[in-house]
């Protein structure tokens, strides 16, 4: 018989400890929730970088601009045809970059909604975006099996930077560590190409595949096989990367060596769909409803809980404040004061 041990109760959370087994989580309830912003299941958002607004777009067709305090609505970005499958704000937070499954890339500002650029070039629907720096170049990757780099002010595509023939389902861009070989450009870069020098871009790919990139130089600098298709992937640094599957895997890659994963974290077999670095550590999602956030100097594994078995789609934050989108149509916000 394995004992369990309550440790600690307080009014949002509960820490639980299984010391046969060497596990301790902590479950932290939600600080609040923002039920009344969509009317069915939401599938991205974003918070700006003051903390002030979040973004977020849902199967109702709508994408909306609120106060992050609050929920109180502040803007529809109304424009894309069909469903919004990923939105995010601009560094500044004043500006919105959303893809669709109408294969198109639109910029907005969030002061008044106003849709300032749209990118058309894609042949099928957007699944991810990136911002290059400040944003003068922005990234984006689709169900037709590429990744392209775009000018936002010229509203043209500076290049496709891979063609995979697979769905590529997420990316991200990160400085690359300065002792790997990125390559070089087989052509000279556009002017147009603003901070992609000394960068890598990551794929995670529907067929099972996690790319590594050369932003400006276009060529493969990895190519590492999983256990199912990746959903998503983050830089935890510049030399560390995390990586998710439809299976329940999450993969931590050091890019200078991907022949072997540093480690593999399995929490259920449900599909891994959000990864965000946070502090020192991430924060997931998967499709089962759970979200939990590890921490290197934590010995506990922190869960946000409420979600019951909906998949929470994505995670952002803002300092202490961590926000969740999930297929329940509820955005919860959650106080980690005491980390």
Same mark, same amino acid.
């Given at each position: 018989?394995? $004992?369990?041990?309550?440790?600690?109760?307080?009014?949002?959370?509960?820490?639980?400890?299984?010391?046969?087994?060497?596990?301790?989580?902590?479950?932290?309830?939600?600080?609040?929730?923002?039920?009344?912003?969509?009317?069915?299941?939401?599938?991205?958002?974003?918070?700006?970088?003051?903390?002030?607004?979040?973004?977020?777009?849902?199967?109702?067709?709508?994408?909306?601009?609120?106060?992050?305090?609050?929920?109180?609505?502040?803007?529809?970005?109304?424009?894309?045809?069909?469903?919004?499958?990923?939105?995010?704000?601009?560094?500044?937070?004043?500006?919105?970059?959303?893809?669709?499954?109408?294969?198109?890339?639109?910029?907005?500002?969030?002061?008044?909604?106003?849709?300032?650029?749209?990118?058309? =070039?894609?042949?099928?629907?957007?699944?991810?975006?990136?911002?290059?720096?400040?944003?003068?170049?922005?990234?984006?990757?689709?169900?037709?099996?590429?990744?392209?780099?775009?000018?936002?002010?010229?509203?043209?595509?500076?290049?496709?930077?891979?063609?995979?023939?697979?769905?590529?389902?997420?990316?991200?861009?990160?400085?690359?560590?300065? $002792?790997?070989?990125?390559?070089?450009?087989?052509?000279?870069?556009?002017?147009?190409?603003?901070?992609?020098?000394?960068?890598?871009?990551?794929?995670?790919?529907?067929?099972?595949?996690?790319?590594?990139?050369?932003?400006?130089?276009?060529?493969?600098?990895?190519?590492?096989?999983?256990?199912?298709?990746?959903?998503?992937?983050?830089?935890? $640094?510049?030399?560390?990367?995390?990586?998710?599957?439809?299976?329940?895997?999450?993969?931590?890659?050091?890019?200078?060596?991907?022949?072997?994963?540093?480690?593999?974290?399995?929490?259920?077999?449900?599909?891994?769909?959000?990864?965000?670095?946070?502090?020192?550590?991430?924060?997931? $999602?998967? =499709?089962?409803?759970?979200?939990?956030?590890?921490?290197?100097?934590?010995?506990?594994?922190?869960?946000?809980?409420?979600?019951?078995?909906?998949?929470?789609?994505?995670?952002?934050?803002?300092?202490?404040?961590?926000?969740?989108?999930?297929?329940?149509?509820?955005?919860?916000?959650?106080?980690?004061?005491?980390?």
């Amino acid at each position: 018989m394995f $004992s369990t041990w309550l440790l600690g109760l307080q009014k949002k959370s509960i820490l639980i400890s299984c010391p046969h087994e060497n596990v301790s989580t902590k479950f932290l309830a939600p600080y609040t929730t923002f039920g009344r912003i969509h009317q069915k299941s939401i599938t991205c958002l974003d918070i700006s970088s003051g903390g002030g607004l979040g973004v977020s777009t849902s199967t109702d067709g709508t994408m909306k601009i609120w106060q992050a305090a609050n929920g109180e609505i502040r803007r529809l970005l109304e424009g894309h045809v069909y469903d919004v499958n990923c939105c995010r704000f601009f560094p500044s937070g004043l500006v919105v970059l959303s893809g669709g499954m109408d294969a198109q890339l639109k910029i907005w500002s969030a002061e008044d909604a106003s849709c300032v650029v749209t990118f058309k =070039g894609h042949k099928g629907g957007i699944l991810d975006t990136a911002i290059v720096d400040r944003g003068r170049n922005v990234l984006s990757c689709s169900r037709d099996g590429t990744a392209r780099l775009w000018d936002c002010g010229k509203s043209a595509c500076l290049g496709v930077i891979a063609d995979c023939g697979s769905p590529v389902n997420g990316i991200a861009v990160g400085t690359a560590e300065s $002792s790997l070989n990125l390559g070089t450009p087989e052509t000279a870069p556009s002017e147009r190409e603003i901070g992609t020098e000394g960068k890598i871009l990551l794929l995670a790919r529907e067929d099972k595949k996690l790319q590594g990139v050369g932003l400006q130089s276009r060529q493969l600098v990895f190519l590492f096989v999983g256990s199912d298709a990746f959903n998503c992937c983050t830089f935890l $640094s510049s030399t560390y990367i995390l990586a998710g599957t439809q299976d329940g895997n999450i993969y931590q890659l050091d890019v200078r060596n991907t022949n072997a994963p540093i480690q593999v974290i399995h929490r259920s077999g449900a599909p891994v769909l959000s990864l965000l670095p946070y502090r020192d550590g991430f924060i997931a $999602s998967q =499709g089962d409803g759970t979200c939990f956030i590890i921490q290197q100097d934590l010995d506990y594994v922190l869960d946000l809980t409420e979600a019951d078995c909906d998949p929470v789609y994505k995670v952002a934050s803002w300092e202490k404040q961590i926000y969740t989108c999930c297929r329940d149509g509820i955005v919860r916000r959650y106080q980690l004061s005491d980390l």
